[in-house]
């Protein structure tokens, strides 16, 4: 295990300001905190974390991420707590930790392969610092190193894990030489058979070309040199993982692989990697289509190089990378690298061609000019990418991506839009909460569904996300329609049944030409909107049908002097044939006449009105003579009052009172010792001595309000009460 001296000796190498002390405290905090804790290969636990600190001190950072490495597994592992490591080593060094903890947590959920790209953007929406990705790197490679101590099961989740989400990331964070060595590691692991095959292979090539490329490393120098280049020339066969991604994305064999080597081209400045680039040029035919040039248009990790193959001696095709030694730096240590260099910091060009989702690296470049010493700059390195952004999981493991602010509503819609249609609670991180959480990163959703739900329509205001209002939209046009087909239906019920004919959806499909309807939804619809009658519908079903004006439902009389009864006459039984009326909620588009609208008790009469419903007026409302001519319109309701919820109905009464002080107080006192809601007064004075007074009340039923009027009535102070029928 790597000593305490050890440990401060290698940061000293590129950091001789390096506060020995806190790398001395975090080494000694770190040891006693995990103690005995053994590994799966039977060594001291302690020697992992001093391990992922020494990757980091190859890529060189900085104290509080070299710190933060010993700590990392501290507070999830050990009895430490986040305030311990805060006061004992300082507020950035605890907000490392605390990263690393929050997405050691996130490992414990089950993950599915398909959303590596997400879990990736979840790690940098979590990782409010960069340093806290390196060190989490840094932690997969060594666990990577030591995977084969690990039960084969976890190795094969581990190692594809691996390749899903932490080696692209080195790759996007620009440490290749890491993202390589995850590769190489995980493909081993997961296919150890090819990976045999790959090795094995390559040393034969590697026994036979040995001479090879030195040969090639020795001609191209001296080449670059006899044109005053001064270059670095080393060549090294391909590994295997990256030969194997190769062969499966050209599906050809080893055998037809060709080109197997590589070499880098160092040299010192941009206009020697093109003069290089000329002399390869010059010096062996090159493969067309494979010259790339990342020095004037860089990759979006910022990574810079001129990529070009050749045809190289003994018709070996040869990959060459030519690039300057900043370059170079920036290639193998990536974001790391910038701490210790700042070139091409201002080239404006590039911007327009790095995407939306990485600008945060331009960002860190740009961060780079303005901090001076590589400590300044990795603290600024702040990752905002993403933070419009909320990834929550879905108990098996899904990831879903949704905007911030979003809620369990927008999070049931993006999972299935039945899902969120028929949502009705939540449970947050196996807690009940409600619907209108905000979402944080991380969460694990389960949403509580039931059957034959509707969604509220004020959830439409209430989502963040598109496609959810789209939905909300469109399940509660289809409530409303529903609604509508099954009033319809119960009107041509009714209206078949007065005309004894038999109703059935075979015989109104044989009539839907008839209609000009494409299907019986249609038309039960459109009888429900009042925009068909249920005569029409009649009719057309049995065009033999003769006329007769409907009669009171039940006992089938046809009345023999309908002709000169109005249509109020003929609606003053109410049987049982009528359609049920619950009240406000009635879950049929039926409202209340405005004005002084009926109360249960009352004999009720419906009137259909096209695209809006039914509209229930008291048989003695005035109001119906205006459709004494439309007999069509005229629907059969009776009440159907749930006793045990009782509700109250909008009613309206007239009075005339004496104008005496104290005169309105008595009146509303009355109302008010019977229970009875005041909606509205509105007052008239009508004479010197009268005023007329219209109360809006609200009231259970007939026998409610006719209570209230008849305790009016006693009062001396009123000298007329009348009910008011709109
Ligand atoms: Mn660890």
Known sequence: MMRQYELVERVKRYNPSTDEALLNRAYVYAMMAHGNQKRASGDLFFGHPLEVAAILTDLKLDDATIAAAVLHDTVEDTQATLEE?????????????????????????????AQGENFRKLLLAIADDVRVLLVKLADRLHNMRTLQFMPPEKRKRIAEETLDIYAPLAGRMGIQEMREELEELAFQNLDAEAYEAISRHLREVTAKSEKLVEEIE??????????GIQAMVTGRQKRP???????????????????????????GTVDECYRALGVVHTSWPM????????ISTPKQNDYKSIHTTVIGPGSQRVELQIRTIAMDEVAEYGIAAHALYKEGVNDNSRLATESRAYQWLRRTIDLLAEGDTPEEFLE???????????FCFTPKGRLIALPRGATPIDFAYAVHTDVGNTAVGCKINGRMAPLLTELQNGDEVEIVRAAGQTPPAAWESLVVTGKARASIRRATRAAVRQQYTGLGRQILERAFERAHRTFSDEKLKGALPRLARISIEDVLAAVGRGEMFSGDVVRAVYPDYKEERRGVGGDGAVQSEKKSSTPAKEFGEQGANAIPIRGLNADMPVRFAPEGGAVPGDRIVGILT????VTIYPIQSPSLAAFDNEPDRWIDVRWDVEPDDPQRFPARIKLQSINEPGSLAQITQVIADHDGNIDNVAMKRRTQDFTDVTIDLAVWDLKHL?????????????????????
């Open 241 to 267: 993982y990256s030969i194997w991604r190769k062969m499966e994305r050209k599906s050809v064999s080893f055998e037809q692989l060709s080109d197997i080597f590589g070499f880098r081209v160092i040299v």
């Open 380 to 390: 600024h390195t702040k990752l905002e990418l993403f933070h419009d952004q909320v």
């Open 610 to 613: 096209p695209g809006e419903g």
């Open 85 to 113: 490591i805060n006061k004992a080593f300082g507020p950035q060094i605890g907000a490392l930790v605390d990263g690393l903890t929050k997405i050691k947590r996130l490992d414990l959920v089950s993950k599915q392969a």
């Open 218 to 227: 020795r001609d191209l120098t001296a080449k670059l040199k006899a044109q």
């Open 706 to 726: 006719n209570a209230i009027i008849a305790e009016l009535r006693t009062k001396p102070v009123v000298s007329r009460v009348d009910r008011v029928n709109g």
């Open 287 to 294: 493969v067309p289509g494979r010259y790339k040039d990342y």
